[in-house]
């Protein structure tokens, strides 16, 4: 009976510390951090006949762990987003591109990108918005 509990006693003893430096060594990886400079942008008013209107959203890793840009969707074809897919150092920008292309469009607008990346949770998933108001063409 006393062999019963010496054993998980001694387990106990030696498993503790390696899994506290487990741990230790899991937090000291860090993790990434996305920051944006903004997430919307106003085109103002704009004129159809004047082509595809472009803006750059940047942003930076204040995290302390690669970050990195899994995919950037627009729901619309009109919208097209562009963006470096390779990983971000800790303390890096980058900028994310939407173009958008105003010729079959009247009046206002309103358009959106969803950003989603290696961050944990809901902070992974940003959306970014294009707005403004396109005269059409005569």
């Not at 079959?104 to 959106?112: C, L, P, R, V």
Request: with cysteine; glycine share 8%; net charge positive.
């Amino acid at each position: 009976m006393k062999r019963l509990i010496f054993i998980p006693t001694i387990l106990s003893a030696l498993l503790l510390p390696a899994m506290a430096l487990g741990e230790r060594r899991t937090s000291e990886k860090g993790s990434p951090a996305i920051e944006f400079a903004q997430t919307s942008h106003d085109f103002g008013t704009v004129k159809a006949a004047d082509g595809f209107l472009t803006h750059e959203f940047l942003f930076k890793n204040a995290g302390t762990a690669p970050l990195t840009i899994i995919t950037v969707s627009a729901p619309c074809g009109c919208t097209q987003p562009d963006f470096d897919p390779k990983p971000l150092a800790p303390g890096d920008s980058s900028e994310i591109t939407l173009r958008f292309d105003p010729s079959n469009f009247s009046g206002e607008f309103t358009k959106t990108a969803l950003v989603r990346t290696n961050v944990k949770g809901r902070a992974g998933r940003v959306t970014l918005t294009i707005t403004g108001v396109v005269i059409p063409q005569k």
